[in-house]
């Protein structure tokens, strides 16, 4: 127990480091007590698996795909830790033999015995790791489990709960994540449909369940399409940010992105002159995108007010947290530069996949960080003595963690302050782009409204 505590810990320092900003939505949907098995997407190889252990405030049994149980090292760790090797039928069939189908007999019984338990257990159902902007095909395991828990395990009250896990850029660090605990699936009222096979009816409710909290196209670039009309979309709707935040939240663009998705197939089913309507607004929100990013200004920024009152404050608010925050922020900085840029050079070395940034990095970065606390904690032990040692330790995390926020806050800063001074100068830009933002926004309600008419929702 112990050695799971202080894993998820270290768990959580690394994601805050290497994301920006970890946001969760539906958390109280997983039950205090009780057996939980958690089915989550699996876009980003290990640091799924460390999102949801630091995300969940209970004790998770892992499970893993038994080929990481090769490396004897590695499999002395997984074992120590508890985690339940998974024999996929494609790793049988790519070493050319036939999968033996008893070969997860014992998984399933250490899965059963948690479930007992009231434990909560984690499966990753599509069975392998992706960069594909989509779900894949899910495998049945995580269905047999429940059911097979549920029908023979006598495991009372048991829920199966999906967890979509979506990435602004899981590659590219200080980006933003969004986890959402998505409706369960409550084994005591599940019905299979009449006809069809239990194992098949569950797996394609938890696929559903899973699409329902996670987004899914059909290639990367209608992916990046949909992400940047989302986003500019959410940002012309959305308020002017007030001074001091960094970021609209990721789930305000997701949201934007799944109520586009939405009223996609009632736009092809709409009559020419509101499809034009339609074709218009994207137009022109992509020409104010493209209009703003030349000058280096945010859509969020074009309606910023101008008066000196408010730049006033901009300056005393920003300059004081920089003079108070800076120099602990500094201290951080000094103390983390070389393992952090060594720990990003190694996660960048021999990519393969898009995950493979975040999980090195990670993985280095909690190496090397603890490697230099124990030396830099010596030699101030051996110098300064074990008092100041102890203060100078506790002192390297959180110095870290102000010098993240602190950095962040302070590009946004100057990017507001930039937008601020290049509207001053140039207040025709400035009533450009705030009198277009001001009629997209009238418009894209007006489609809006337009699209969700009843008469558009037959076939939906």
């Known amino acids: 127990m112990i050695a799971y505590v202080l894993f998820r810990a270290v768990a959580g320092v690394a994601l805050r480091w290497y994301y920006r900003d970890i946001h969760v939505e539906g958390i109280e949907r997983i039950p205090r007590r009780g057996p939980v098995l958690l089915v989550v997407n699996h876009p980003n190889a290990l640091v799924d698996a460390l999102l949801v252990l630091w995300v969940v405030p209970r004790r998770v049994l892992l499970t893993a795909k038994a080929t990481l149980f090769g490396n004897r090292l590695l499999a002395a760790a997984l074992r120590w830790f508890g985690v339940v090797p998974l024999h996929r039928a494609s790793d049988a069939a790519a070493a050319g033999s036939q999968p033996d189908p008893t070969r997860n007999r014992d998984s399933f019984r250490a899965v059963q015995a948690a479930l007992r338990r009231g434990g909560t257990v984690l499966i990753f ?13 899910l ?32 590659d590219a660090p200080r ?10 699936i409550r084994m005591e009222s599940w019905e299979p449909r009449a006809g069809s096979r239990p194992a098949e009816a569950l797996t394609a409710e938890i696929d ?47 949201e934007m ?12 089913r709409a009559d020419a002159s509101l499809r034009a309507r339609a074709e218009d607004v994207v ?12 000058h280096g200004i945010r859509l969020e920024d074009a309606r910023i007010l101008l008066g000196s009152r408010h730049a006033l404050r901009f300056i005393l608010r920003e300059g004081w947290i920089v003079l108070v925050g800076g120099p602990v922020a500094l201290w951080g900085r000094l ?9 990003r050079a190694l996660g960048r070395r021999s990519v393969e996949s898009a995950a493979d940034p975040a999980m090195r990095t990670l993985v280095a970065g909690a190496v090397l960080v603890l490697f230099a606390y124990l030396v830099q904690t010596t030699v101030v032990w051996r110098v300064w003595g074990p008092d100041i040692a102890l203060g100078y330790l506790v002192s390297l995390p959180i110095a870290a963690d102000i010098n993240f926020s ?20 140039h207040p025709e830009l400035h009533a450009r782009l705030a009198g277009e933002l001001l009629a997209l926004r009238h418009d894209i309600v007006e489609l809006d409204q337009a699209l969700s008419a009843p008469e558009l929702a037959a076939g939906a």
Do not use: C, Y
């Open 125 to 137: 159902p599509e069975g392998r790791s992706h960069d594909e902007p989509s779900l894949a095909p």
């Open 139 to 170: 495998k049945t395991g995580a269905a047999r489990m429940a059911l097979s828990a549920w029908e023979t395990g006598g495991v009372a009250g048991l829920s199966v709960i999906p967890i979509g896990l979506t990435f602004e850029r899981k």
């Open 175 to 184: 980006t933003r994540v969004l986890v959402q605990v998505g409706e369960p």
């Open 208 to 254: 559903a369940k899973l699409r329902a909290v996670t987004l899914n196209h059909a290639s990367s670039d209608a992916a990046a399409r949909a992400a940047r009309l989302a986003s500019a979309v959410a940002a012309v709707l959305g308020d002017v940010p007030a001074i001091g935040v960094v970021d609209r939240p990721l789930a305000a663009d997701i």
């Open 257 to 268: 992105a799944r109520r586009i998705d939405r009223l996609a197939p009632r736009l092809a």
């Open 283 to 294: 137009r022109r929100l992509d020409a104010i995108r493209r209009d703003a990013g030349a």
């Open 335 to 343: 103390n983390h530069w070389l393992p952090f840029r060594a720990a």
């Open 406 to 425: 602190l950095s962040d806050r302070l590009r946004r800063a100057m990017r507001r302050a930039h937008a601020f001074v290049r509207f001053r100068r």
